[in-house]
């Protein structure tokens, strides 16, 4: 094909028969096709790091099952407001200087009350003027609160629908899996690209995960981003207990591989970010996450609460597996128009941190 003629859209049709029947191929032959839709897509050695800051931690009133920062939790969080402005501006100067692309911020808030926006909008300027990319997680939003971030120049909202439809009220109750469906809609009529996953390692089942892709490949138009979370257990949730009180129900590596690869299959263009858990995943595991398509990472010792590998970890992985920090802009965000600050890194961050 011409590199003149328009890419073809990707495929939003697909069937839960056709998701399923990709799950069940033999490993190798999925993770061959899954690394061959990659790397025509995408530079097959590149990973975008993407730094990770709580900017209001703890103290929410919905019941996530999996979240240390729920108000059901008893994981020792303690809650606190939303950071000053300012700090928050630092943190996101630090990671670029770092080599981040993407400073994504997340509050644990059911969504974010009309008197929280000024804050959220100088913010989202700030790091606009900084030549970085955004992305803010902050729960429900309104049309009129996702326009009001549209026009402060955010670039990424990250909603994850986090399990299949069937599963989702046995994970949560306090809503529901088309409030999610809503909000995402919300800011993708305001322009600003999606960032939408979930997590797997839940105790679901192969069927769930198979529903979990599904809903995600069959959105009206694929997110720009896809986050695979591995479940971090966390005791005194509903979901780090049953993990630590029943260890074999925990995600075989090579299923989690799976999913990754048929997320990379279905949502061709989509980043696919390996996001919570890497911390526990052996580089081995990570390495066939990355043949089988995932090419994002957040970088950094913490998530949000949870541990993350951390920057000397990555840097010497990154080494070991010869890749690079990805420098351009995604290809569904380039393909699908909405701005981003077009942000670029210099591969500082590793190499600063070996
Ligand atoms: N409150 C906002 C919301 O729920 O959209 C934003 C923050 S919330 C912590 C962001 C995402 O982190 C969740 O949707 C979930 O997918 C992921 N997450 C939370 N706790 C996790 C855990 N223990 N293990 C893996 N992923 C987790
Ligand atoms: C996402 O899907 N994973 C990130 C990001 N979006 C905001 C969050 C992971 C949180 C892991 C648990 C914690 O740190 O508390
Ligand atoms: Fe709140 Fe988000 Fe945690 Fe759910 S995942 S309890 S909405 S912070």
Not at 140 to 152: E, H, I, K, V, Y
């Amino acid at each position: 094909m011409s590199a003149a003629q328009p890419r073809p859209e990707p495929r939003t049709d697909w069937t839960r028969a056709e998701i399923a029947a990709l799950f069940d191929l033999p490993f190798t032959e999925l993770i061959f096709r899954a690394a061959g839709v990659h790397r025509a897509h995408h530079a097959p050695a590149e990973i975008q790091l993407c730094t990770l800051l709580s900017i209001k931690t703890g103290g929410c009133v919905e019941d996530c099952g999996y979240c240390a920062q729920s108000v059901f939790a008893d994981a020792g969080v303690k809650a606190t407001k939303l950071m000053d402005v300012r700090e928050v501006l630092q943190s996101a100067a630090r990671a670029k200087d770092a080599g981040s692309q993407r400073f994504c911020m997340g509050a644990a808030w059911r969504n974010p009350k009309d008197r929280d926006m000024p804050a959220i909008v100088e913010i989202v300027k700030g790091i606009a003027a900084m030549g970085m990319e955004s992305c803010m997680t902050l729960g429900m939003l309104t049309p009129s609160q996702a326009g009001r971030l549209a026009d402060a120049g955010l670039d990424y909202y990250n909603h994850n629908i986090d399990t299949s439809p069937e599963r989702y009220s046995e994970v949560i109750t306090t809503r529901t899996m088309d409030d999610r469906l809503e909000t995402l809609c919300h800011v993708r009529s305001a322009g600003i690209n999606v960032c939408s996953g979930g997590i797997v390692g839940m105790g679901e089942t192969r069927a769930d995960r198979v529903g979990f892709i599904h809903t995600l490949a069959t959105l009206p138009r694929h997110p720009e981003s896809v986050p695979v979370n591995a479940l971090v257990p966390v005791r005194g949730t509903v979901l780090g207990n049953m993990l630590a009180d029943t260890p074999l129900a925990k995600i075989d590596d090579i299923e989690f591989v799976r999913t990754v690869a048929v997320a990379r299959i279905t949502m061709p263009l989509s980043m696919v970010r390996l996001s919570a858990g890497r911390e526990s995943m052996s580089d081995a595991t990570q390495a066939l996450c990355f043949l089988a398509g995932a090419n994002s990472i957040f970088t950094g010792d913490t998530l949000l609460t949870a541990p993350n590998a951390g920057d000397d970890a990555d840097a010497a992985l990154m080494e070991r597996l010869g890749m690079t920090p990805m420098q351009g802009e995604e290809p569904l965000a380039k393909i699908n128009g909405a701005k981003t600050n077009g942000a670029k890194i210099d591969g500082r961050a590793l190499a600063a941190a070996e």
